[in-house]
């Protein structure tokens, strides 16, 4: 046991051979065999008194057995780390009987107890490596090839020595005295198996400790993906995979995110997601040899635009499509576009060419995050004005005369149904102020102004219908004289007898288009341009020219 050989007598039930002691550090093993003469098998016991209180407590039983075994009886007992420094009282028991000795001061049968002393020492080596476990496998690096040797801290150590090589114990000293826990280990040389010492630079220590051993294991070759930024509302789509040789199968994944997100899932997804959830997700994939690495994707949940409705104009006849929706989007990423059939798209937001009832509009920004809001749109007019304008006795404030330039603000009463009222006149004629504005000429109330152009007659005409989206009504007209002309003299025979005829002339007049004769009295006239001819067919008669 540990550095302790001792025959003893065997046959006097108890033997104190406590002068005897080994030695052993808090955390170490240490392996024991018991031989008994005389060919019978035996149960076994052993305690250690590790709080020195001079009893053994049942918890400080460090070996027992269930069954009856031929000697030598042997085992390994491990010192807790957190035993204390110092001599403890150990003893041993060969049981005859029984199979299952529980008593560590009277046996129920017949046996032998031997005392010993354990002094535990602190530790000047390190009984167990942290990464990776002894006689186990390690993960590379897959960029640097090098595999991370850590170790726990030993009290009272100023720094390690680090060996390593693949030869048992490793000769190579690749790392003096120095102050951390951890060192990467190069593995690129591919053997098959690599051993590894730390020595403690420590009071009392040697210049060899506890050999270790591990293999190399492939590690995994981890690739992450998003699918790229999405819209706020739209589920996020995480993806992983270990694309290295050999190792699709036995993998599992850790994944973590913004706004607390974790997964073990290969593939999560985020149903609805906020803003909140924009930014790196990584993953660890871990392989069927336990070997570990990361990859990660970014990727933003982007706000999508607000569509407000500015105004609509209704559709001008029931049945039609001259509606329009004007609209306007905010938030997102400029610039928007718009459409209502997902055909036609523009950027103003100016919805055309609707019909009556409801209507969607559809908007996207810059990262193609959509909106969409409804607009209702109803018919201005079922069908065309029932009744004509009415022009008679005059179109109210229409002037005797329409000299060019002349300006007139005319109006007529309003008729039912109607929503707009056409206007026209003589070529030039133009209204309310502005010469763009020609005949015919559009308002939506039943007044307008009109300013007279020239004339190539001696009448103008002045028309007006009303309407609405479904028709108009009759076009009603009123003439207006363009100007006076002034006749001049007749001249011709101022005395003729009855049954006779005589030819009337005057001088052309200037602007005059036409000519009118007229004669009082028992006679016809028969005009020509400026003359004409007059049938008398009875005294007392005057003739006139217009």
Not at 353 to 380: F, M
Request: negative net charge; charged residues 5%.
């Amino acid at each position: 046991m540990a550095n302790i050989n001792n025959s003893s007598t065997g046959t006097a039930n108890y033997e104190n051979f406590s002068a005897m002691t080994a030695t052993v550090n808090p955390g170490s093993s240490f392996n024991y065999s018991i031989d008994v003469a005389g060919g019978s098998n035996y149960g076994r016991a052993i305690w250690i008194d590790f709080n020195e209180d001079g009893v053994f407590q049942s918890t400080e039983q460090v070996v027992s057995s269930t069954s009856y075994v031929y000697p030598p009886l042997t085992g390994s007992i491990s010192i807790p780390l957190s035993v204390t420094s110092g001599t403890k009282r150990m003893r041993i028991l060969a049981s005859y009987t029984p199979s299952n000795p529980s008593n560590a001061c009277a046996n129920s049968g017949l046996g032998q107890y031997e005392d010993y002393s354990l002094n535990i020492m602190p530790p000047v080596c390190i009984f167990a490596p942290t990464y990776p476990a002894d006689a186990a496998s390690g993960c590379p690096d897959v960029i640097t090839n090098t595999v991370p040797l850590s170790w726990p801290a030993l009290s009272g150590a100023t720094g390690y020595d680090v060996y390593f090589g693949t030869t048992n114990p490793p000769t190579t000293l690749v790392s003096n005295n120095q102050p951390g826990l951890t060192f990467n280990a190069d593995v690129s040389g591919g053997a098959p198996i690599y051993y590894w010492m730390i020595v403690p630079q420590i009071s009392g220590g040697g210049t060899s400790c506890n050999v270790w051993s591990f293999t190399v294991s492939p590690a995994p070759v981890p690739v992450a993906s998003s699918g790229g930024d999405v819209c706020s509302g739209n589920d996020i789509f995480l993806s992983s995979d270990n694309v290295a040789m050999g190792q699709l199968t036995g993998n599992t994944y850790s994944w973590t995110g913004p706004n607390g997100f974790n997964s073990t899932l290969q593939n999560p997804s985020i149903s609805s997601p906020s803003a909140a959830y924009s930014g790196t997700y990584s993953v660890i994939v871990t392989n069927q040899y336990g070997c570990t690495a990361g990859a990660s994707t970014s990727l933003s949940v982007n706000p999508n635009p607000t569509l407000t409705i500015d105004s609509v104009q209704n559709v001008s006849c029931l049945g039609g499509s001259d509606g329009i929706i004007y609209v306007s989007a905010s938030g997102g990423l400029r610039p928007y576009s718009y459409t209502s059939d997902f055909i036609n798209f523009n950027t103003n937001g100016i919805m055309n060419n609707l019909p009556t009832g409801a209507s969607i509009v559809y908007a996207a920004d810059g990262n193609a995050c959509q909106a969409q809001i409804v607009g209702n749109l109803t018919a201005i007019s079922t069908a065309p004005p029932s009744q004509s304008v009415v022009v008679t006795p005059t179109i109210i404030g229409m002037p005797a005369y329409a000299c060019p330039g002349t300006t007139a603000n005319l109006s007529i009463p309003a008729v039912p149904g109607a929503t707009k009222y056409i206007w026209d006149g003589p070529f030039g004629t133009f209204f309310n102020g502005n010469p763009m504005n020609q005949s015919p000429y559009t308002t939506t109330t039943p007044s307008v102004q009109i300013t007279f152009s020239s004339s190539t007659t001696s009448f103008v005409n002045v028309g007006v219908q009303a309407a609405n989206g479904c028709g108009a009504s009759l076009r009603k007209i009123q003439k207006v004289r363009y100007q006076i002309s002034t006749p001049k003299e007749i001249t011709g025979a101022t005395t003729m007898c009855a049954s006779t005829n005589g030819t009337y002339t005057i001088a052309p007049v200037t602007d005059a288009t036409s000519y009118q004769g007229m004669i009082t009295g028992n006679a016809t006239v028969v005009p020509s341009g400026t003359s004409a001819v007059v049938f008398f067919y009875q005294v007392g008669m005057a003739a006139h020219y217009a």
